[in-house]
């Protein structure tokens, strides 16, 4: 489980901004691995069954890029539960350049 949520937050740039999660932004690394601690703890047997992104539109400047997307999904919150699908969704995600090159997230967020 630690493996697992450590690959998730070497996505995120060290102040990103997460609006992904139920209630206020959850914003920082540390916040943003404190909040996939708790939903692994609540969900233990959360599953992807399938997530299908299709890239809209890609803007780059300055160090900066915007990612503009269409994403569809089904999972599970139990292993017992029924499977849950969210229609196509509109989404935006901001990326940052980091210092050795990479691509990191800065602020994601879905209408």
């Known amino acids: 489980m630690t ?3 450590n690959a998730l937050t070497t996505l995120w ?3 990103a901004v997460n609006l992904g999660f139920p209630g206020p932004p959850v914003v920082g690394i540390k916040a943003m691995k404190e909040a996939y601690e708790k939903f ?3 969900y233990p047997e959360f599953k992807v069954l399938r997530y299908v992104n299709a890239m809209k539109e890609v803007q780059m400047a300055d160090g900066w890029a915007i990612e503009v997307s269409e994403s569809e999904a089904t999972y599970k919150m139990s292993a017992r539960g029924d499977p849950v699908s969210v ?3 509109q989404g935006m995600r901001l990326l940052k350049r980091q210092s050795d090159g990479s691509w990191k997230f800065a602020l ?3 209408k």
């Open 13 to 15: 740039s060290d102040d």
């Open 108 to 110: 994601v967020g879905l």
């Open 87 to 89: 229609p196509r969704t």
């Open 3 to 5: 493996q697992d949520l």
């Open 40 to 42: 692994k703890a609540d």
